[in-house]
C-alpha cells in the first residue's frame, strides 16, 4: 500500500464514522423531539448530511467505479428529494391539524392556512 491509499481509507473511515454519528442523531432527534415538525426536521437535515457521509465514503473508498458513481447518483437524489419530502410532509400534517409542541414560538403554515382555502378543512 502506497502512502496515497493509506490516506485515502483514512479519509473514507473517517467520512464513513462522520455519517454514522450524524445518521444516529438523526435517529436520536426522531425519538427524543415532541412533534412531528421537529422531528421532521431532525431527520431530514442531520439524517441527509449523515446518508451523504456515508455516499462520499463510498466514493473515496472505491473511486468512479459503478458503485461510486451509485454513491454520487444516491447522494444528489437525497439532496434533491429530501428537503420536497419533509415540506409536503409537514405541510400535510399542518393542514390535518396535527398541532406543534407546547414551546413552539410561530407557527408560519398557520398563516399560510388562513390566507387560502384549506380543502381539508372544507370537506369535514
Known amino acids: 500500500m502506497t502512502a496515497v491509499d493509506i490516506a485515502l481509507d483514512i479519509v473514507s ?10 445518521v ?4 436520536l432527534g426522531l425519538l427524543r423531539l415532541p412533534d ?8 431530514t437535515k442531520i439524517g441527509t448530511l449523515g446518508v451523504v457521509s456515508v455516499m462520499m465514503s463510498i466514493l473515496v473508498k472505491v473511486g468512479l ?9 444516491v447522494a444528489l437524489f437525497l439532496f434533491l428529494t429530501a428537503p420536497i419530502a419533509a415540506h409536503m410532509i409537514g405541510r400535510a400534517a399542518h393542514r390535518h391539524g396535527v398541532g406543534l409542541c407546547q414551546g413552539s414560538v410561530i407557527d408560519e403554515y398557520g398563516k399560510d392556512c388562513q390566507k387560502e382555502p384549506c380543502p381539508v378543512r372544507q370537506l369535514k
Do not use: D, E
Open 13 to 22: 473511515t473517517l467520512l464513513l464514522l462522520i455519517g454514522a454519528f450524524f
Open 24 to 27: 444516529f442523531l438523526g435517529m
Open 36 to 43: 412531528v415538525y421537529n422531528r421532521l426536521h431532525a431527520t
Open 65 to 73: 467505479s459503478p458503485i461510486g458513481v451509485k454513491g454520487i447518483t
